[in-house]
């Protein structure tokens, strides 16, 4: 998540700086380049966030060579023939607009800082995060099951007892969530309008007023609809499998993408690239369906204090959160600074046990919904010791042990990767 956020950094300084900065090649690897305006950020991100010089040369070599191992093990991903679909590229895009747009306030503050649209914004991300997706899956099939045995684990607290500080205060939470968006109605409605515009397109409206005036994608509408020369693998899987298969003038039927519903005319084609507008329609939000879910997490809550039935029976039955439902919603056991500050002020307010009014949750770019979290349990900083925190020490002896064998990798992977270091 991390490298995919650094992205989002380096397209707004393109964005900002494209006209001022001269770059320059500083490394390459395999068939990839490394340019030095890639570093100069990486190098302002990471001290601005720690408070330290960023021109410190011990600074940047080590961000330079975390670049360099990034690309080396992509290579190798390629030579492995690893493979990442388009809805693993799609779901990491929608987290990142997610996360920033929790950061600026909303969608639009988001699109006004970058001076893109979101959609710009992903399509500009796409390839530098498939390609991370590769290097990490391939990292991860590599290194998923390194375990230690309980002596490594106590020769490593043995050795390291004295400098692991104290296990921060953790909270273990289970929520359950309801997503007002699940009903069709909304869909149906935004379906409608969609077709509605199409139907008038057909008839002799002009596809780019119609776009300026009603495309909920503002990056394109200003420009009525055009998303310019694109190359296969950019858009949505449904999207692009109805524009690449239209004629030129040709206007599609009203396509749904995850992102909503799309009127598509092909203007030009020119190889594997083709030039198209389109007019997208997002459902739009509905008070009454966001009323209906806070009222019935309020009943669940309701029902659960009198004790009619356990927070784990609710959750299993009514949770719109499939993957936690099941295990009565349980989130799991997260330190403060894991959690983004509206969940982390819910925990404050409760003791172990208590259940929170319900409240709004925000999930990935148009999606959102709303929770009742309850806390099980609030575990107080204290030091560590194997007999209270012997998975927490096992954890941190393994990924000690994991990265003595992912740069014993690096190493080898450079004998079969071309590298050249310019500086």
């Known amino acids: ?21 001269v770059d320059k090649i500083i490394a390459i690897v395999g068939d990839e380049i490394i340019l030095n305006s890639e570093l100069e950020f990486q190098a302002q991100m990471y001290a601005s ?31 492995d023939s690893i493979e990442v679909s388009d809805d693993d590229v799609n779901r990491q895009l929608e987290q990142v607009i997610a996360y920033y747009t929790h950061q600026y306030g909303s969608q639009e503050k988001l699109e006004q800082a970058y001076g893109m649209s979101v959609e710009k914004i992903k399509r500009e991300m796409r390839d530098d995060t498939r390609k991370n997706l590769m290097a990490e899956m391939l990292k991860n099939q590599k290194f998923a099951k390194i375990d230690v045995t309980r002596r490594e ?44 515009l199409r139907d008038s397109i057909s008839k002799g409206a002009d596809f780019a007023e119609l776009a300026k005036k009603n495309s909920d994608d503002p990056g394109s509408a200003k420009a009525g609809g ?56 997002k459902p739009k939000s509905d008070d009454a369906a966001d009323i209906k879910a806070i009222e019935q997490l309020t009943e669940i809550r309701d029902s659960i204090l009198s004790n009619k039935n356990t927070f784990d029976y609710y959750a299993a039955k009514y949770s719109n959160d499939k993957e936690t439902a099941k295990f009565g919603g349980l989130l799991g056991t997260f330190e403060a600074g894991q959690l983004e500050k509206p969940l982390l002020d819910q925990i404050y307010k409760l003791h172990d046990g208590e259940i929170s009014f319900p409240k709004r949750l925000e999930i990935s770019g148009n999606e959102y919904g709303f929770h009742i979290i309850k806390l099980i349990k609030r575990i107080s900083e204290h030091k560590p010791n194997l007999e209270t925190d012997y998975n927490e020490i096992k954890k941190i002896t393994e990924f000690r042990k994991r990265e003595k064998l992912n740069k014993e990798w690096i190493e080898e992977i450079k004998e079969k990767v071309y590298l050249e270091i310019r500086i």
């Open 1 to 21: 998540m991390k490298k995919i956020i650094f992205l989002f950094v380096i397209i707004l300084a393109c964005n900002l700086n494209a006209q001022e900065v």
């Open 153 to 196: 684990v106590q020769e490593f607290f043995d050795t390291y007892q004295d400098s692991l500080g104290v296990i921060a205060e953790k909270y273990e939470i289970a929520h359950i969530f309801i997503n007002p968006k699940s009903t069709e109605k909304l869909k149906k409605k935004a379906r409608d309008f969609a077709q509605s």
């Open 226 to 281: 055009d998303l310019g020369f694109v190359k296969r693998g950019v858009f949505y899987p449904e999207f692009e499998s109805a524009a690449f298969g239209l004629k030129e003038g040709e206007l599609s039927n009203v396509i749904e993408s995850p992102v909503g519903f799309h009127i598509i005319e092909l203007i030009e084609k020119r190889g594997e690239s083709i030039r198209a507008r389109h007019i997208l329609i």
């Open 49 to 79: 966030q720690r408070k330290l010089d960023p021109n410190d040369p011990e600074i940047r070599k080590v961000l330079l060579n975390k670049m360099i191992e990034d690309k080396l093990m992509y290579a190798q991903s390629i030579i």
